[in-house]
Structures are given as C-alpha cells and as structure tokens.
C-alpha cells in the first residue's frame, strides 16, 4: 500500500489521516467546494476537489471520488463512516478498478446493508434475534399471518433502512396493515427498495454493541462492548465502555455471539455487531452489523490499547491478525461526548455559522478527534458533527468527572453547540448511577434550556460584564470588542499593541 | 468610564474607574469590586477579581461580543447596536431572512398572495434538517427571491412582503 484516499471529511478524515502518517503512508484527502478550508484538507499530504458542495455531487459521487484516486496515484481508499462507507458499489468499483478497499468485502456490507437478509444469517448461525418476520417479498397478507404471534409493540422496518431510519412504530394490531403498505411506499422512495419486516420493540432497551476485528483468514476478535443508550432523533450523542449493564458472564456470551456474527456474515476487516439488551429479562438480541469504522470507534482504543485505525489499514493489505482473544482486557473505564453544532433547546437543530473563538481541552485521560479550527465556517451541507471528546480514567466515575471538567474547559463561539447540554446530562443522577436507557433524553430533559445555567436573577454574572467592559477598555483595537462593530484580523502591529494593556492608548 | 451591555431585553451598565496600570475599580447593580487585569492573548482575559482569579473568553459579533466564563457563553448585545437595528426596522419590515444559511426545499408562496402571521413561507433545509419559515407579518407577498434548489447564505432576504397597516 503506497498511499491512501481518504473519501471522507470532517473529524474522520483526520483521525485517518493520523493512522496514515504514524505508519507512513501518504494521505490523500478530497473536498467539494465548500470544504476548501476544512482541517482534512490543510492536513493531509495531497488534497483534490471533486465536486460542488451537495454530497450527491461530491462525496458521494462515486465517479469523482475514482477520478481523484487515478490523479492522484493513490492504490488504496478509507470510506470513514457515513457518505459511500456501507455502499457495497463503492467497494466493488474499488476493487474492479484494482484499489484496496480498507473495509470488508463488498458481498459483506451487501449482506449486512440488507437487514431480512442479516437476521436469517444470524438466525442461522444461532444468534439471537428480535422476535420478527421475513421480508415482504411475498406479499402483505403472509406477513399479517407471520406476525400473528409477536405481541404489539411492534416496529415495521424497511429492509433495506437501519440506524434508526426506515422504522415505524405500531402499538395495536388493527393499525398494522396500514401501517405495512405506508412503510413500503416510505421504503421504496427513500432506499429504491419497498421490502418490510416485522419485529417485536423491545421498549426502552439497552444499545449495546461489540467491536470486532477479523482478518478474512479465519482469525476473528471482539473487542469488547460499547453501550450507546444515550440518543437523540436515535443519533448516539454519549457513549462509554464498559457497560454499566452487563456483567463479565453476559459480555462473554454477547462477545462470542459477536464473532460468531462476524463469521457467519463472511466478515473482513472492522465492523460493529449492534445488540439490544432488555436489562429487565436479562436477554440480548442481534439487531444489525455496522460494516464500517465506526463513531464511536475511541473509547474502545482507550480501553483496549488496540489502534483500530492502524488495523484496518494492517488488515487491509493482508497482514494476519496477532492480536489474541485471550491477551485482550478492558482497562479502565472510558466515556465519548460528541460535540456537534446543534441546539438542544430547540429539538437540536443544526446551528451553522463562522467558530469565531476556539480553545480545545487537554490533559491527562483527555482525548479530542477535531475536524474544526478557529476561523473556521460550519456548513450547512454536511452532518453538524463538530468533533468527539474522550476521556478516560481508571474507574467510571473518574472517567465522567473529567469529561465534566474537560467539556468546561471547551470553549467554541459563535455556533450553538452541545456542550452545555452535555454538561448537564453527565451530572444527571441517573447517568451517575448508570441507569442509561434509549429514553434517557427525551424522560430527563424534555424543555431542557441553557438558561439554567444564568444566575437566578436572569442576569449575566458580574464577572461576564465585567469582562466586557474590559474588553472595550483593554482592547480598542482588537476586532469585534462591543460597540467598535469591527471584524477584520488585526495585523501583527495592532495585535502586538493587545499586550500593552492601556498603554499608550 | 460607563458600560452598557443588552441581554436578553435587559440593560446591565458597568463603569470602570482605573486605579493605576492593569487595575480597575469596577461598579455595577450597587456593589463594588477591585479588578486586576491582563490580557495574555488575544480573546483572552485573565482577571483577579477581589482576588478571585476568573478567566473570560471573548470574541465580538455583529450585535456586540460573547463572553465565555467557566464554559458558559454570554451574549452581551451593544445597545447602540441594538437601536440602529431598530431604526432600520429590520424586523416587522415585511422582509423574511434566514435565520440559517441552507437550500430552499419548498417554496409555499407566490408573488401577490395575501399571508397571515405565522404562515409557513418556505422551507430551508439545513445539515439535513428542515426548518419551516413562517412569516412574521401580515400583507401581501411582493418578492420572493428564491426557488426550490436553490441555496441561501446567511441573512438572505428570501421574502418580501408589503405589510398591511393599520388595524
């Protein structure tokens, strides 16, 4: 492997990058027109444009994307998450045009990417699964009869959908067959694909996945769990490892269940076996495979030790896997904050705009995958991740006390973030005693605002007008102190002239 | 020297009186405290405030600065500021913005239609979600100036819409 492209942006791109570098292969990154700025750019060894800024058109344009890889000389490409990451055409075209494709067979992520298909390979291989249907293939009245005896709640899903998208609700048998041909109609406009199932919900579980490692030589791993509970529009927004639920009887069985999910699905490279988990029964069940690095990839390397990102790559251009089941331990205790531009007081909406001030966290146990700089523009094109903070510590507790103190000292201006938000849900009793479940957001911090972080007068402290004032006093000619309405950057002169403190002024 | 800073439709003043180079006594809402000040580096202030040592983030923006304390950031309008805005009539004008730079995914009215208050205009799809904007006045639509698919930055007027006087 002589140089790798990287068909990503954003905090991804660069943590790709970093493996690159520390195993000195050179990375190409690539860009649509709004990203000519962005970190992945000024960070790599090569950068190419591809297209406009619409994702369609540029990282999701697989003719593009194959045109840089040629330019460029590049022989091999990282997919990252989202975008092309869990396209099976993406990773053939690949392969036909002779590149590594650094992440499973194309068959795998076709397989996995088909949710009736994985649940019967799962079933097959003795997993287990949520009690559920076949696909609609045969039409809708085998599937009212093959649903007769699951008991509502029910969840109708698409196929060819996951990750929460595709997926309705239904709470009374009478509304089911509506329900059905609604979701198939849904279906086959946003996936080309109308093929439902029916599955029992598991209400208010556990989301607990494992990260495995195989290297399509018939040496496969697991790395442990991950629990995801803690989402918002079924996006994780804080994840930590290990499990607060599961004791080491039942990580050992759902890890075996996990490898023997990996092999029984053909699986290469990195991949995540999602489970949910009814801590109430005490059952585990196989919901989908992520055929892709995923998100929340860090906390595990804190845990494990273990570089995934390096092991990808290794595994990519056939080395063997000498990594050992039984030479693997969870060390400590680790917790991920993902900090995205969004406003959580308003049912997290995106928030875009220029980072007029940034200062990133650091210290022993901190870990932070940027994609932002100060300066830097937030654009409305792409998902509003901003970055991922990670820290870790000998106990959980550890572990969250320094996520607090770290999220305090992560200073971005200009654009809403969650921060505040994330604050208030670590010191939530609930999170400190472990009970996370999926409605974990919505039961604690329904109307959530950061006005509660005002004084109870409502007022802004002394010490913030305070600083203000100082502002406009000690720094006449810094750009943007209240008043002077002034935006440019000042040149080296006026900026030397900021150190003076009224002096001469 | 006096200061006055706007949050949240409240007016907070604080005035400054210098003591000698770096150190202020500092009056607002009745009570008084002694500030030692420094800059270190730009959009920085470290201060020891009665000898509480209190470090603020700042940055300016078009209505007046963000101050950071602790990892919480204030807004802190410049009233000056705030009223040539409102000279300007920049709102209640019958001119739509967005309050987010995105594409237009649908538009809902036309030239010539009558709108009511809080009519949906159009919808602004942004980092994959979208936000309907609704009108803030009562008229008639005299210009839209977008089209589905197409992309809005920051403070485009979208609408315009001659508002109905009266009542």
Known sequence: MKKILIANRGEIAVRIIHACREMDIPAVAVYSEADRDALHVQFADESILIGPPSPRESYLNIDALIDAVRRSGADAVHPGYGFLAENAAFAKRCIDEGLVFIGPTPEAIHTMGNKVAARRIMENAGVPVVPGTEGSGSGIDRLLEAAASIEPPLFVKAAAGGGGKGMRLVERREDLAATIEAAGREAESAFGDGTVYIEQCVENPRHIEFQVLADGEGRTIHLFERECSIQRRHQKLVEETPSTAIDPELREAMGKAAVTAAKAAGYRNAGTVEFLFDDRKNTFYFLEMNTRIQVEHPITECTTGVDLLKWQIRIARGEPLTIRQKDLVQRGHAIECRIYAEDPAIGFMPSSGRIRFLKEPFGPGVRNDSGIFGGMEVSTHYDPILAKLITWDETREGARLKMITALENYVILGVKTSILFLRDLLAHPDFIAGKTRTDFIPKHFEGWSEDRWLPSDGRPPDEALIAAALAQTLERRVAGAPGKGRESIPTPWQAAGQWEIGGGA | ?167
């Open chain 2, 1 to 167: 020297m006096q200061h006055e800073f706007l949050f949240k439709d409240e007016i907070s003043a604080v005035s400054l009186e210098k003591k000698k180079e770096g150190t202020y006594l500092v009056k607002l809402s009745g009570r008084v405290h002694e500030v030692d000040a420094t800059i270190p580096a730009e959009g920085l202030i470290s201060m020891l405030i009665d000898g509480r040592s209190v470090l603020a983030y700042t940055v300016g923006t078009e209505k007046g600065c963000i101050v950071c304390i602790g990892g919480v950031p204030y807004e802190l309008g410049d009233p000056a500021a705030e009223e040539e805005c409102g000279e300007a009539g920049l709102t209640g004008d019958g001119i739509i913005k967005t309050p987010m730079p995105g594409k237009i995914v649908a538009v809902h009215v036309k030239e010539g239609d009558a709108v009511e208050m809080n009519q949906p205009l159009l919808v602004v799809e942004s980092m994959k979600m979208q936000n309907e904007i609704l009108s803030d006045v009562k008229g008639v639509v005299k210009k839209v100036h977008f089209k589905a698919g197409e992309q809005s930055s920051f403070g485009d007027s979208l609408v315009e819409i001659e508002v109905e006087q009266g009542e």
